[in-house]
């Protein structure tokens, strides 16, 4: 007759996991719990959206017949926003410019509803408190910042063409920016110390953004806003999936808001035979169609990934 205790030890279904084992368990667990936190496929493909949908609103501006044989642009009148409005001739520049105004708001916030969301239903959340920040540092360097700056450094001149002034400042702020930054979240920080932190590297973020818009020039500024906010949000949710995205839609958003070497998107159209004048919505389109693509593959990325992952 066997003792019911020795088959119990022999029994290979009701021995103890050993280490590895706990490990691999261990590994997946947290791998899982990372899944469930990320949630940046929503704000990619809204914020790829709404980029391919804004050329809808860059119609051209009328022109009337000159008596002499040439063309006159009426001009339409400038909207609030004129770091959102490019250099081609637009009908409409107040609607082009709370369009933009409302796409980052409106879609920080809705980025910020769908977080709150996916907490409630997985339990774990990803702060975007300051990505957020981050994000309104941009926004504020880039409508009033710029202005602000050249006031207090050249008032009789512009930063524009005094890079000796604006480029220390810039790269000098931002280092400054980042350090105040990293001290502020690092673990074992007390909220008030983190609080400080986060307010002095928000605020010297403010003026390395306003010192970046001084050559912001295109009217496509507010994609460089969407960047930062990815860029932080990657750092936050530790995912080199949006880090990447964010990299490139970086790199692909400066061409929109400052020609390189007299290089953008439509002349690179123009090169290929593909010209945009005078239907300024074709010149939008140009500039607007890759970013807004980065984006919106990058986002189906993350789903198809997180799906495969948790099927």
């Not at 914020?47 to 860059?58: D, E, K, S, V, W």
């Not at 990505?131 to 941009?138: E, L």
């Not at 860029?231 to 080199?240: C, D, I, K, M, P």
Request: charged share 15%; aromatic share 10%; net charge neutral.
């Amino acid at each position: 007759m066997t003792d019911s205790g020795d088959s119990a030890l022999t029994d290979p279904s009701s021995r103890e996991p050993d280490a590895g084992e706990l490990l691999t368990d261990l590994r997946s667990l947290r791998e899982r719990v990372r899944l469930d936190r990320h949630g940046f496929a929503f704000p990619l493909f809204l914020f790829g959206g709404l980029i391919l949908l804004a050329p809808l609103l860059y119609g051209p501006a009328p022109r009337l017949a000159d008596p002499n044989g040439g063309r006159v642009v009426v001009l339409a009148k400038p909207g609030p926003f004129p770091q959102f409005e490019p250099a081609v001739d637009i009908a409409d520049g107040w609607l082009v410019g709370w369009y933009w105004m409302l796409v980052i708001v409106g879609g920080l916030a809705a980025t910020g509803w769908w977080y709150r969301h996916r907490a409630r239903r997985h339990g774990v959340e990803t702060s975007v408190a300051v990505p957020f920040a981050a994000a309104g540092a941009a926004l504020f360097g880039l409508l009033i910042g710029d202005r602000l700056l050249t006031d207090v450094l050249t008032p009789e001149g512009s930063l524009y063409s005094d890079p000796a002034t604006n480029l220390p400042v810039l790269f000098g702020s931002a280092a400054l920016a980042a350090l105040a930054l990293a001290w502020a979240l690092r673990p074992g920080r007390t909220e008030r110390a983190r609080s400080r932190g986060v307010a002095a590297g928000t605020l010297l973020a403010m003026i390395a953004f306003s010192a970046l818009c001084v050559y912001m020039h295109g009217g496509f500024a507010a994609l460089l806003v969407i960047a930062v906010a990815l860029l932080v949000l990657a750092a936050y949710e530790r995912s080199t999936l949006l880090g990447v995205v964010a990299v490139v839609f970086t790199a692909v958003s400066v061409p929109a808001n400052h020609s390189l070497w007299y290089w953008n998107f439509p002349e690179l159209f123009r090169n290929v035979g593909l010209t945009w004048f005078p239907d300024t919505r074709i010149h939008a389109l140009y500039t607007l169609l890759v970013p807004g693509l980065v984006l919106l593959v990058g986002g189906a990325v993350a789903a198809l990934r997180g799906r495969g992952a948790r099927g």
